[in-house]
């Protein structure tokens, strides 16, 4: 509604008048924004206060009677050659043999990782395929990434068959796909995207059943909690927050803001109390989810290089981290040590994943390769 | 000047979700370290046994080990 100038004397008052109540309204929303800033303020205070009053002794302290873990010898069994460019995701089968891996080659592959035979290779339609996950049934893969699309493919029993014909595009996000993974069924997809926010679908529908904001910047990485702990998943990212979510309510229960740069990783304890995390300020951090704070950092000063990926073994009790300097290196998660290094890679390290029965790591890396090793039995 | 009303309600409705989300997380009961850490700890020396990469299992039950080749008899 556009004033009328007029010269006359009533029409400038009113418009006099109008101005001083805009004036006026504006002082009383900068009253609120002032008071609602200060309220941020002290909650952000009472937080840390609360949060320092548990932190009662040192996870390793706890810890210090645990007898120490012998040394590990992980040696590679299988590097599986195919991708003709960076892998950068992989995830197992429930079946404990099959793995699934995408690239920036733009190609996803299912190989049988104890003969080594590749049983699928789908070409997307798009390179840089960031995200990849088997799902629980076996009998489907997802997969993502710059198509900004996480797409569902079922595989067929016939080798000869083009999977890559019958792929359903079920995550639709306004930047790429950094994450996906099926919940508890086939018929449920989390993904999380370079457009920070994640979100839950329907597989059949393709129709969006929740959707999660509060990151404010890229998410990079997402986990589920493991199935007994309940309906909850944690994700981290550019802005160096570790967010832990409900997956019924959408609401953002728990933010962790200790990290210093970048979170490319973040990953449940078995137990699904606490996660750890991995980052560019080449530190892996473990938050216990109950104390609601991080209990432990791992880092050493000869270690410079970002760490892009984290995995817990079986019991709790081992961390594999894969940095960006083409190293594994294997944490005691209780003591908050260093136990040994993993060599092999020849560039960056993307992704370590333990295999379901916890025999086996698998690797992925720049590379273009994937390794998987396990460690010598001991006499 | 309409423009910058904008913004201002702007700001106004992001740090009233951030005040209520800072409620949400302050409201949330927490324990202390002592007792949370000691179930991390439980957790670990219970599932350790059970753990494959921490304990080794045996060559012959582990199907990622080199098969020798048969000897035809």
Redesign the interface.
Known sequence: MWPVWSQTNQTSNRLCSC?LK?AC??LQ??E??AT??K??ES??K??EE??GK??????HQ??EK?EV?GA?S?KT??VLKGHTNKVLCMDWCKDK?RLVSSSQDGKVIVWD??TLNKEHGMSMPTTWVMACAYAPSGCAVACGGLDNKCSVIPLSLDSNENCAAKKKTVAMHTNYISGCTFTNSDMQLLSCSGDGTSALWDVESGQLLQSFH?HTSDILSLDLAPSETGNTFVTGGCDKKANVWDMRSG?????FECHESDINCVKY???G??FASASDDATCRFF?L????E?AVFQKDSIVFGASTVDF??????LFAGYNDYTINVWD??KGTRISMMFGHENRVSRVR?SP?????CSASWDNTLR?S?????E | ?SG??CS??N??IQ??K??D??????N?E????????????Q??????R??????????SS?????KKTCVLL
């Open positions: 101005f805009m309204q504006g929303k900068g609120t924004l609602l800033k309220e941020c909650l952000k009472k937080l609360d949060r548990l932190n009662d002794v040192e996870l706890v810890a645990v873990v590990l992980i069994r299988r043999r990782g104890f509060g609401q953002n229960i728990q933010s304890y078995p137990s109390d606490a216990d109950r104390a609601d704070r209990v073994s079986l019991s709790g009790r081992l998660v209780l333990l029965d916890g025999t086996a790591l998987v396990r460690s010598f039995p001991h | 000047m910058k009303m201002s309600s700001s106004i740090a009233q951030l005040v989300q800072l409620r949400v997380e302050a949330m927490r324990f202390k370290i002592s007792l949370t850490a000691a179930d991390l700890v957790y670990c020396q219970e599932h350790r059970s753990d494959p990469l921490l304990t080794g299992i045996a060559a582990n199907p990622f080990k080199d």
